[in-house]
């Protein structure tokens, strides 16, 4: 990526992250519960018809709390939207959600035929920069919705784990250790997600780089409802009962190569137990799935005759 395309990035996520400065043009909205708003230099507060309004293919979130949605819908048949949503214009009478996806929903259920909305022009880019700094900006978000957030980011603007710290005004360890909890298996994700686990709980399973480890303090953790001094205790016993390298075992010619042993850690991950695969030098082996009790057995069976 040059130099010159780093630096109109950069613009843009500046001017994204300074949305609520004090350079706003007050405008004068119609809709009833409005009043008077400020909207960003540029960009004009309009009236659109819900049905000129197709939703953002850019939106990073996925999920609405129905219940949340409810209680939003019930206010803004009370007071109105009280923040316009942003969209840009695609084409005649034809206008692309930009951001506040959750407002708009909540005004079809409140059984509005219009939402005040930010009509401002916005490239492809930079429909994907507002969608995700907002997003990053909600208070609800759980350490896997940022994380999922932070590593889009980054990847859709083409910048490093410090440039993007700098961008979010976060500590460089901070935007690494939620990218990092993008590396844990599918069963710890969910966790995370489902609020089972909380980031510290993570942060301390994630010093266990061995895959089957991982899942079974995992497990644990769950299991016994550790805290998360206590998962760091038992993450430090798995340590040390991790057997010692040795020249011995370094010059084992029947040591797996590099890409079985990624078939084994995929395997673990996917399967969400500890896979053990050995094989003899002329290629031939066995896979040795564990399984912890009947409910566990009857789980690995249904996964893998699916």
């Known amino acids: 990526m040059n130099e010159k395309k780093k630096s109109v990035l950069g613009r843009g996520l500046g001017a994204l992250l300074e949305a609520n400065d004090t350079t706003t043009t007050p405008v004068r909205e119609r809709h009833q519960g ?26 990073p979130r996925t999920s609405f709390e129905e219940e949340s949605l409810n209680e939003l819908a019930d206010s803004i048949k009370i007071h109105g939207v ?14 692309q959600l930009i951001a506040g996806e959750r407002r708009l929903r909540a005004s079809k259920l409140a059984g509005k035929k219009e939402v005040p909305a930010f009509a401002r022009a916005a490239s492809d880019q930079e429909s994907i920069e507002i969608a995700l700094i907002e997003n990053i900006q909600r208070e609800d978000l759980n350490p896997l919705e940022i994380a999922i957030n932070y590593k889009r980011l980054q990847d859709e603007c083409e910048l490093t784990q410090e440039e993007l710290a700098v961008r979010l005004g976060k500590n460089r360890s901070t935007v690494t250790n939620f990218i990092r909890l993008l590396k844990l298996p599918p069963d710890l994700q969910a966790g995370l997600r489902d609020n089972k686990i909380t980031m510290g709980h993570a942060k301390a399973l994630l010093s266990l780089d061995d895959v089957g480890s991982l899942l079974a303090a995992y497990k644990e953790t769950i299991q016994k409802g550790l805290s998360v001094r206590q998962v760091e205790e038992l993450v430090r016993s ?6 010692k390298k040795n020249a011995a075992v370094a010059n084992n010619t029947n040591a797996l190569p590099f890409t079985v042993k990624k078939m084994q850690d995929q395997l673990t991950s996917a399967l969400s137990t500890k896979v053990h695969i050995s094989r003899t030098t002329d290629g031939k082996g066995e896979i040795v799935i564990k399984f912890y009790n009947d409910d566990d057995l009857e789980r690995l069976f249904e996964s893998i005759t699916r």
């Open 238 to 243: 798995f340590e040390a009962k991790k057997p």
């Open 34 to 59: 409005i009043g008077t708003v400020a909207a960003p230099t540029g960009t004009v507060v309009m009236n659109i018809p819900l049905d000129q309004i197709e939703v953002n293919p850019f939106q």
């Open 82 to 95: 009280i923040q316009p949503i942003t969209v840009r214009k695609i084409e005649n009478n034809k206008y």
